[in-house]
């Protein structure tokens, strides 16, 4: 109907494992569709030749692809910074969130980590943080205290950086790492505080 004469089917395999290459389908008269296809085995690609990839396929499937147990975070990172940078959709950003969450299947210990060692030093911070607080699957009510903290900390870090001006590194890392009361009790202070030393002063 549409003059379509040029069909490239192609199959994308994540695990390892015997596959045939050609499919049939049909009923008990006769086979109505038989036809050969490209197959893609994901997981022999190393990822190291896409880290930096521009597209948003490859960078959500970096966790799919070959690498070295040691490279396992900064692939998951490389992933994410990927989908926040590169997918501007925010109902996509979620479902694409969900996808290498699902995938990956990174532990509490490696999460923390994660946010610790890559998530803190992303330029795609706020945006990661957003998604992954829809995301990850700890319950709702432990999502919506998240969120709540994650909105909490964006907001507090608003009104430092119209008060004092750009956040150095270690303001940014504890508004980062913060605690609930921790953010309630440094917003108490914005308005009297003379320094980011005083908001930040453990009294």
């Not at 109505?32 to 994901?42: G, S």
């Not at 957003?130 to 999502?143: A, T």
């Not at 205290?145 to 994650?150: E, K, P, S």
Request: charged share 25%.
């Amino acid at each position: 109907m549409l003059d379509t004469e040029r069909v490239v089917p192609v199959v994308i395999f994540l695990r390892s494992g015997a596959h045939p290459y050609e499919l049939r389908l049909g009923g008990d008269r006769q086979t109505y569709l038989h036809f050969h296809y490209l197959a893609c085995d994901l997981y022999r690609l190393p990822a190291a030749q896409y880290l930096n990839s521009t597209n948003v396929v490859a960078r959500l499937n970096l966790v799919n692809m070959a690498y070295a147990p040691e490279q396992r975070l900064e692939v998951y990172a490389r992933a994410q910074d990927g989908l926040a940078g590169l997918e501007s959709n925010w109902d996509r950003r979620l479902k694409y969130a969900d996808f290498i969450d699902g995938y990956a299947q990174l532990s509490e210990t490696e999460w923390a980590q994660y946010r610790r060692e890559y998530l803190a030093d992303s330029d795609q911070r706020e945006v990661i943080m957003g998604m992954l607080s829809y995301s990850r699957k700890e319950g709702l009510q432990q999502g919506l205290q998240q969120g709540l903290q994650q909105g909490e900390a964006l907001l507090l870090r608003r009104l430092l950086t119209r008060r004092f001006g750009p956040l150095p590194e270690w303001a940014e890392r504890r508004l980062t790492d913060a605690e609930p009361a921790q953010l309630e009790r440094w917003g108490e202070r914005v308005l009297e505080a003379q320094s980011l030393e005083a908001i930040f002063a453990e009294r």
